[in-house]
Structures are given as structure tokens and as C-alpha cells.
């Protein structure tokens, strides 16, 4: 199978939140969405959004493994259906945020006075006047601060090995969005089947016909990326922009990131190994696993069988080309987000590599030496240790690895650059040879637009030519899944006509308000008999 996957280089984000504020104005810009943020910016170390996510010992999200068998941590059927209308594993609105806006009308129509009008904090979710206490990137003016720190899960399975000293403190930026999982526990935990993994390109979509609201989607996501609209009633989330990348164009986040840190590209896998990979009895073992599980489009068996699968050859030469397969399998740059979830993520990042040469220098050495920078890696001001919990399930080692390749990377440019004598050990050393590591220095530093977004239109069948009648959740008035109504509607999907019992087909009660009798749920009165 294929699938249309991410990677984000960390050592470029700088924070600026663009890609954030243009997905919210494309995607979650009205009413019923207003604490959502498909992509949101974390600083780490921190609580992230909503408020430490990463506790699945409290939200219960993703995978375990018991007696050899993947069940999801929200328990069997039973047990999600005995929370169905009360889920003490759901986030409540203040794990998010009171989103807010400010009453810019008292700025405008103050009277003249001695004293200068203010603008007072509301809910954007009731209008009443609002504290302001947390938002989606809360701890961006608290980075370093103990009392971030201290409430960072992630940094609590090793804050024996950091001091909160103001000149130990480290952080770095963070973005994220839907992983679209090979193994997506949203999609197993939801009682509707409204949530979906596209055969195609491997998106994760919600059907907003489907969906019920019955919120299990966003307790059974480990990464929190599954959202309430509690005007219509319905789950949403990152779509991945699939409009765009159907067209081969980039998503929004990728296209005004002005960091230009995000690639995407074609990744080839073995669908049948999934299942196994995601077993792997160890966490630390889920990365290599999952590793295994992709192939090597370059491979002529590979190739072979993917045509016979049904994949078309541009998509077998966009996987060729794909910046992503090359970060992630062929110069192992790459690691997934949180693996231990078990749910196989599919938007990677590229570790940030931090000051190192600035940490070498200080010591008296030279900061550009190889053999300097290596023995640094593990002294970083980032530890090892916490991107390891945030991107191997706490093993080091790969982690090591990679931040190797990136010095090794930076040493080698330098001595190109500056027209001294290259040293071909240095690639040697981390596993790679010259040529190697400048097509990874073009790819990270130097790829123009078409070299980091290599993405091949849809193959997805073809449209009916007539869909009268269809209808499409998102065309509804007020944006997508949106119905009109009253209150007394939240919760319910749109009213169609249910089909009479006598025509053969089946009444809907899903679709009945509740008032007088549903049309065709009994036979009708005959005239011709006199019934």
C-alpha cells in the first residue's frame, strides 16, 4: 500500500505559529470550532495542548498489548460502551483552553472620560466574560520554568536527570498534527464507524453522515487530535488537506511554513506486517519495527508488486523520489512521535540537534572537530534522554544516531565550504559515505519547493455524473457538517425523509425528532381496501 506521509525538521522550527494560525483560518475558522487547532506549536519541554496529552495512564489513548493481543487502552466494547454518555477519560474544554476573544465594542463606543476604556476578555463559546488561564501554547512564555516543567509527562519519567537551574534550562518547538496512523486507534474505538483510513493515500478522515458524537474518537487518540464541535455535534480533525494533496499540492501548514522544515512524500509498506509490528513485546523495538514495515520503492520486486496492488507507476515513482522515505529510511534521520503508542505514526521528525558546537567551544575545544562534536552528543543541553521518551519509546540509541548524522552532516559541509581537504571518515563514521551526506545537506538545507513536497495526484476512481440527491456533509449551511436548526436539534444529524416500510425499505429512527409518529414506521391506510 502507499500512504502520503510528513516529516518536520525541528533544528528549523523557530515557532512563529504560521502554520497554525493559516490551518485555523482554513479549517476550524467558525463557529463550534473555536478551541480547535488541527495544528497547534508546543514548546518542550512543557504540558503541550490539551494539558498533558502524553498521560495515557489518565486519558487512555492508543494501544496495549495483554496476553499477546492489541486492545485498545480504552477497554473493550463493554467498557466504552458503559461510557458512552460519560466519559471521565474525555478532555473537558479547560484541558484545552477557554478560547477567547476581547470586547473590542467597549473600545470603540466609550463615551469620552477621564479613564481609558479597556477591552475585557469573553468566551468565544458563550460570550460571558472570561479568565484568561491557559491557551494552546500556554507554556511558550513559561519555557524553562519549573512549574512547566514539573507538569511535563514526558519529563517526569526522568527528571532525575535535569536540573531546573535557569542556565540548564533547554526547549525547543514542537509541531503537530493528526499522525494518520498505519494503526489508528481512533478508528477502532469509534461505535459508528464514522472514522475512516483512506485505501488511497492512507488519510484518516471522520464521515460527518456517520458520525454520532459519541466523542470516543477523542479519548481513543493518544495524541489528542480528534475534536468536539459542539455545534453540530460531530468529531473533527486534520484532514490532512486532502482537497490539496488530491491535486498534488502541499497541505496549508506545509505551504506558509516559513521555516520551510516540512517535507512530504510517497511511503511504500507492507500492510500485512502492521498488524505484527505493532506487537513488538518491547516499546524500545516498536521504531525498528515499524521501519521494517516500509519499502524500498527503488526495489524491482517492489515496484512489481506494487502494480499489481493497484498502486499506480507515478506514485511508484513519487515514492522514489519522496524526501520522506529518504529521511526516514534511508538516512535514518527520521523517528516517530511517541511509537509506544503503538499506533504506527506517519509524520516523523528530524530531531533538533541543539547548540552542540557552542557546548563544545565553551569547554576550550574545537567546536567543528568531529571527534569534539560526536563526544558532545551525549552532553547536549537537550538530553538524549527526553527526545528519546518523545521519539523511541526511551531508547537512546537511535536517537544518538541520528543527531550523529546531522553533526557528521555539518562537519563535513564545513571543511566543503571552506575549501579544505575533505575527510571521508567522517561519513564512514556514522554509516554513510561523501556523496550521501551532500544529498542529505541539499535535501535538509538547500531542497527547493518541488524537492521537499513530492506528491502525485489522486488515484481515487471517478466522480458519478449524477449526484443529485448525494449530498455532501460539507456543503451544509455554515460550514462543514454544520445543519441549520435550534437547540433542540444538537446532537442530530440532518433530517431526511425516512423511507416508507411498504416501499421495502427500512425507517431510520436515527433520523426521527422525537414528535408525533415517523412517516412509513407503520403501513398506511389503504382507500382501496377501506382499511
Known sequence: MAQVAMVMNLDKCIGCHTCSVTCKQTWTNREGTEYAWFNNVETRPGQGYPRGHEDQDRWKGGWELKH?????????????????????????????YQPWTY?????????????????????LVDGRPAAVTWGPNWDDDLGGGPDALAADPVLRKMNDRVR????????????????????????????????????????????????????????????????????????????????????????????????????????????????????????RDLYGAQLGCFLDPGDPDVARAAEESGIPHDWITAARRSPVHALISRYRVALPLHPEYRTMPMVWYVPPLSPVVEAVTAGGHDGEDPANLFGAIDSLRIPLEYLAHLFTAGDTAPVEAALCRLAAMRAHMRRVNLGEERDPAIARAVGLDERAIEEMYRLLALAKYEERYVIPTTYNGTVPDDVSGAGCSLDGEGGPGMYPGDAERFHMPPQREPVPAESGG??????????????????RRSEENGL
Open 68 to 96: 499477546g493481543r492489541l486492545v485498545p487502552r480504552a477497554g473493550g466494547r463493554a467498557r466504552r460502551l458503559a461510557r458512552l454518555f460519560a466519559n471521565p477519560e474525555m478532555p473537558s474544554l479547560d484541558d484545552y
Open 103 to 123: 470586547d473590542y465594542e467597549t473600545l470603540i463606543s466609550a463615551p469620552l472620560g477621564d479613564d481609558v476604556p479597556t477591552a475585557r476578555p469573553r468566551s
Open 164 to 283: 531546573l537551574e535557569y542556565e540548564q534550562a533547554f526547549m525547543f518547538y514542537l509541531p503537530r498534527i493528526c499522525e494518520h496512523c498505519l494503526n489508528p486507534s481512533c478508528v477502532a474505538v469509534c461505535p459508528s464507524g464514522a472514522m475512516y483510513k483512506r485505501i488511497e493515500d492512507g488519510i484518516v478522515l471522520v464521515d460527518q453522515d456517520r458520525c454520532r458524537g459519541w466523542r470516543m474518537c477523542v479519548s481513543g487518540c493518544p495524541y489528542k487530535k480528534v475534536y468536539f464541535n459542539h455545534q453540530t455535534g460531530k468529531a473533527e480533525k486534520c484532514t490532512f488537506c486532502y482537497p490539496r494533496v488530491e491535486a498534488g499540492a502541499p497541505t496549508v501548514c506545509s505551504e506558509t511554513c516559513v521555516g520551510r522544515l516540512r517535507y512530504l512524500g510517497v511511503m511504500l509498506y507492507d500492510a500485512d506486517r502492521v498488524g505484527e509490528a505493532a506487537k513488538a513485546p518491547d516499546e
Open 506 to 523: 427500512r425507517v431510520n429512527l436515527l433520523d426521527w425528532n422525537g414528535r408525533g409518529r415517523p412517516r412509513g414506521l407503520f403501513p
